[in-house]
């Protein structure tokens, strides 16, 4: 295959119209020779710039290396080294704003495809039945993780690797945090990826206990003295939605983002042979620009729905990375930007029956250094919609923090915990994640699995 060192192979994607009617992957990845001749677009840098934007450092050229010249398996080992979830990544990192943003490549053309490689590498690896190393014995240790997210699969895979008992305890039915139950089929597939790559966590040793919810059916004191164990991470997710506190809120089809989304993925609403469906609504609005918002108006239009998002400020400020809206509207959604309901208008069965809102201009900039949206008075108009999705932000649930005396929080009701070891404010308890950040990404709650992982070996090994 002929490759111009400048322009990066292209991806193949489903035709737009076509995927806007169905759940199937959007992007359709590499085959290996569309990979390979990728991977020989790499400088192999003395000084690799991209391992420096990656937040668990993975050795990007190495593993490109081994690509270009045909051996995935020990590109996969060169990943695995590092990251617990390759093919997740992969899918869903912002690469553009870390290791390719880095790439020396990038600096005259093109910067090399990384997270496309690593999903090639990762997916191959599993469709050849490739396993992560085992650690060959136990140390009699037994660490309990709450939460089974990207930040407690990583801490607790790390942990099983250095040979301690972990049990990870999950309250909902299905592992795998928001990538179960949050970010749509359409991106991140949950048979072939999500429970393959839970499952290769698991094949490390690493019990998972779900419905079980810490806090509830029993609290992290016990698990420290009753159920005997030495250590606990906490990667419980920021999980709690925020609302607008506008009037019509509480309506009939007004959803959070989380629970539509969840009904989606978890409940498989979208599935016509499940028992579970939705009131997806014929007419969305969706209230919010971040990945969240771009996820839950994408999922309501595949449901049959016109779907509008609906934002405060302008396209430059939208929280989302560029190519989610860039699918979002070649698929359809239709952008309100500079715009803000005010109040919800039910109808008298208590159902949405459309939304107020008003037009915005941009002032000063404010406090998170984006200019802050003002109001032009009379603008009010009337959104013909049946169904609102609020998707402004979540914070992590307080379930946790109540139950467990000597937890810090911060003013923002997150976890306080060391970055470089995760170690809380209680003796023997660490976290990460959401949890302690508030809403970030993937790839950094693995970061804080990681250092805690590391945190928690420190401690035990000194007992
Ligand atoms: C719709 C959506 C799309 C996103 N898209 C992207 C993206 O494209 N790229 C990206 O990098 N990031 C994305 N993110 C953000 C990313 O998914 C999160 O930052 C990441 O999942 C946080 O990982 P975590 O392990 O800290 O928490 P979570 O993934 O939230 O996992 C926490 C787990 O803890 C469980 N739990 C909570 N409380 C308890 C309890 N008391 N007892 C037992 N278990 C408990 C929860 O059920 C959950 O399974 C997205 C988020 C959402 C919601
Ligand atoms: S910076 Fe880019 S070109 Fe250099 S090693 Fe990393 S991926 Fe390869």
Redesign the pocket.
């Known amino acids: 295959m002929e490759v111009d060192v400048l322009k990066r192979v292209p991806v193949r994607e489903q035709d737009p119209k076509v995927r806007a009617t169905n759940f199937e992957e959007v992007c359709l990845g590499y085959n290996k020779e569309e990979a390979m001749a990728e991977a020989t677009r790499c400088l192999q840098c003395k000084n690799p710039q991209c391992v420096k934007g990656c937040p668990v450092n993975i050795d990007i050229p190495k593993f490109i290396k081994e690509l270009a010249e045909g051996r995935v398996e020990d590109a996969y080992r060169v990943i695995g080294t590092y990251s617990a979830l390759p093919a997740v990544?992969g899918?869903?990192?912002?690469q553009e704003s870390q290791c390719e943003a880095k790439c020396i490549r990038g600096i005259k053309g093109d910067a090399v495809s990384i997270g496309k490689l690593e999903r090639f590498v990762a997916d191959t690896a599993r469709e050849e039945g490739v396993k992560p190393e085992k650690a060959e014995k136990k140390n009699g240790k037994k660490v309990a993780v709450?939460?089974?997210?990207?930040?407690?699969?990583?801490c607790a895979g790390d942990l099983a690797k250095l040979g301690y008992e972990v049990t990870i305890?999950?309250?909902?039915h299905k592992?795998?945090?928001?990538?179960?139950?949050?970010?749509?089929e359409f991106?991140?597939p949950k048979e072939k990826v999500v429970d393959c790559e839970v499952e290769n966590v698991k094949s490390l040793g690493v019990k998972i206990e779900t419905n079980?919810?810490?806090?509830?059916?029993i609290t992290i004191d016990e698990l420290l003295t009753d159920e005997g164990f030495d250590a606990v991470f906490i990667?419980?997710?920021?999980?709690l939605p925020r609302f607008m506190g506008i009037p019509g809120e509480n309506a009939n089809g007004v959803f959070s983002?989380?629970e539509y989304?969840t009904r989606s993925n978890l409940m498989k609403a979208f599935d016509d042979s499940y028992a579970t469906p939705i009131a997806a609504g014929s007419k969305v609005a969706v209230v919010g620009g971040g990945?969240?918002a771009m996820?839950?108006a994408r999922t309501a239009l595949r449901l049959g729905a016109d779907v509008h998002i609906v934002y405060r400020r302008s396209e430059e400020e939208l929280p989302a990375?560029v190519e989610?809206v860039h699918h979002a509207k070649e698929e359809g959604i239709i952008f309100d930007l500079l715009t803000n309901p005010t109040e919800i208008l039910v109808d008298d069965n208590g159902n949405v029956k459309g939304m107020t809102c008003i037009r915005m201009e941009l002032g000063e900039p404010d406090e998170s250094g984006r200019r802050r949206p003002v109001e032009i008075p009379g603008s009010e108009f009337t959104l013909d919609v049946d169904t609102v999705i609020m998707s402004l932000g979540?914070s992590p649930?307080p379930?946790?923090s109540s139950t467990t005396e000597g937890l810090a929080l911060n003013k923002r009701k997150c976890i306080v915990a060391e970055e470089e070891n995760g170690q809380t404010s209680k003796a023997k308890v660490y976290a990460?994640?959401?949890?302690?950040?508030g809403?970030?990404?993937?790839?950094?709650?693995?970061g804080?699995?990681k250092a805690a992982a590391k945190g928690i070996d420190e401690f035990l090994s000194q007992k």
């Open positions: 990544c899918r869903v990192c912002p709450i939460g089974s997210g990207p930040a407690g699969l990583t305890f999950e309250a909902l592992a795998g945090g928001v990538l179960s139950y949050g970010i749509p991106r991140l079980v919810v810490i806090g509830k059916s990667g419980s997710g920021a999980g983002a989380n989304l990945n969240v996820d839950a990375r989610e979540t649930n379930l946790i990460g994640g959401d949890a302690v950040t809403a970030a990404t993937v790839i950094l709650a693995m804080a699995g």
